[in-house]
């Protein structure tokens, strides 16, 4: 059986807010539907498609976009290039012309109504994330596929493996487990960001990978630097407030800065107390999640839902441990991306499969080790650090109110990121050799606890907070 390959650009991926499995993924799977139907020279025949949401996506999908992801998909736009800006006025043309130009070149009626349909009392065994497309052709004939949006963005046709239609390569260090991570490092002594980076290899160039890292690095502190200077309400009907731009606007005196570098330069100079170090961590993590519940430009690390933890922890890093520097940075995002990929293999991304251990937790695992290496740390420490972190977020369940990724996920993005600090800390001042429990034993116990865990608490607002705050949302 074929191993999951998994690279860093898996695990960190540019998109749109506000969920990587139910903003990114179905954006995606639509996608590759209007593809296969380009493919078998079916596209000019549709006349009517039909979308079916099934469990979490149907439950929660109007709070996530999970309708406007796919209509974007079907119409032939790109996550990663479309204009945010643009989301409502094309959303609208559909709504109000009834039409649905299918790959940007096939126009079909379309009522959003009778054939965008959520299912709210149907789920699929396979994934609760799960979307049945259907194209209807004028020679009477109906193509139909089903996709899983497993978490992270990653997607899952049914019938096929989760490496179906990824070239496998032959990797100098195939790792499944952290005991595989930690005995490659042993053997060949290198860091776990070398070993991330010699994997790389076998996809492309160093050159490449370095330049793609740094344009996600590009990508997170535009998304920062967006949060932390934008006021207002967020969409969805809970008017929640927007607390970034005024947090930052307090820490640093109300002086507008016109660019990151300088903005950076401010910060810095504003002091390095416990209290102003926590302000600013909280804010950056803020700034991330507020951009993403109000449908802005994000990376997922490893989810849309838990962006903000990684990025925290990098600013972090960079403004007050003097990381900014591009090695520091490629090696940081790459630490983090091998602990994501392996609670990936091990267990799940998916708040809809796990609850928000999946997302906060990973995130905050992530987070830890990448700090941790970056601090100095030995590959043991590194390790530790993830499993310190993840530790304290097990059983952590995802409830979010109202469907949307804004209470209580926003705020989850800020302990997620304190707790990734304080777990690098414990970490570079522990012996791992004494350490009791292994990264691979709570990876382990996380998945455990996904399986055990009730349904109402895994992205359904079925249990929790969200059936404890008495909202009254408009109609989507």
């Known amino acids: 059986m074929q191993r999951e390959q998994i690279s860093v650009f898996d695990i960190f991926k540019i998109g749109i807010g506000p969920s990587s499995s139910h903003t990114l993924g179905p954006w995606r799977a639509a996608q590759q539907f209007v593809k296969i139907l380009q493919d078998a020279d079916q596209l000019q025949w549709v006349v009517q498609v039909k979308i079916l949401l099934y469990g979490s996506l149907a439950k929660t999908g109007k709070g996530h976009g999970t309708d406007i992801a796919i209509l974007l998909g079907l119409s032939g736009d790109d996550p990663v290039t479309f204009d945010v800006n643009q989301i409502d006025t094309k959303i609208a043309d559909i709504d109000q012309c009834h039409e649905l130009n299918l790959g940007g070149v096939k126009a079909v009626s379309f009522f959003k109504d009778d054939d965008l349909l959520f299912l709210f009392n149907e789920s699929l065994p396979f994934h609760p994330n799960a979307v049945t497309f259907q194209a209807f052709l004028s020679t009477g004939k109906a193509v139909s596929e089903t996709y899983y949006s497993i978490g992270g963005g990653f997607v899952?046709?049914?019938?096929?493996?989760?490496?179906?239609?990824?070239?496998?390569?032959?990797?100098?260090?195939?790792i499944e487990k952290a005991n595989d991570l930690l005995h490659w490092c042993i053997k060949t002594g290198l860091k776990i960001s070398g070993v991330v980076m010699e994997n790389e290899l076998a996809w492309r160039t160093e050159h490449e990978t370095r330049d793609g890292l740094l344009n996600i690095f590009r990508v997170l502190n535009e998304c920062i630097y967006r949060g932390c200077h934008t006021t207002g309400n967020l969409p969805g009907g809970l008017n929640v407030n927007r607390r970034a731009a005024a947090l930052n606007k307090k820490l640093i005196g109300g002086i507008p800065y016109r660019d990151y570098?300088?903005?950076?330069?401010?910060?810095?100079?504003?002091?390095?107390g416990f209290k102003y170090t926590l302000d600013w961590v909280s804010c950056f993590a803020l700034a991330v999640n507020e951009e993403n519940a109000s449908f802005g430009r994000v990376v997922t690390a490893p989810t849309n839902g838990a962006a903000g933890v990684v990025p925290a922890v990098?600013?972090?890093?960079?403004?007050?441990?003097?990381?900014?520097?591009?090695?520091?940075?490629?090696?940081?995002?790459?630490t983090a991306s091998e602990i994501g990929s392996i609670f990936k293999k091990g267990a799940t991304l998916s708040a809809a499969m796990g609850g928000c251990q999946a997302e906060i937790g990973v995130s905050s695992a992530m987070a830890a080790a990448a700090l941790t290496e970056c601090l100095g740390g030995s590959q043991r420490q590194v390790l530790m650090a993830a499993e310190i972190a993840m530790e304290h977020h097990l059983g952590l369940t995802c409830d979010p109110i109202g469907g949307l990724v804004q209470i209580p996920c926003i705020e989850r993005n800020t302990m997620g990121a304190i707790k990734a600090i304080t777990a690098s800390q414990l970490a570079?001042?522990?012996?791992?050799?004494?350490?009791?429990?292994?990264?691979?034993?709570?990876?382990?116990?996380m998945w455990q606890t996904a399986l055990d865990m009730n349904s109402k608490y895994k992205e359904t607002s079925d249990g929790g907070l969200a059936i404890q705050i008495p909202i009254s949302l408009p109609e989507c």
Do not use: M
């Open 428 to 445: 570079l001042q522990s012996n791992p050799d004494n350490a009791k429990v292994s990264l691979d034993a709570v990876v382990e116990t």
């Open 261 to 272: 570098p300088t903005w950076i330069q401010a910060i810095r100079q504003g002091g390095n």
């Open 314 to 334: 990098l600013q972090y890093y960079i403004v007050f441990c003097d990381g900014f520097d591009d090695n520091k940075i490629v090696q940081f995002l790459s």
């Open 156 to 174: 899952v046709r049914e019938g096929d493996s989760a490496t179906a239609g990824k070239v496998e390569v032959d990797l100098p260090f195939p």
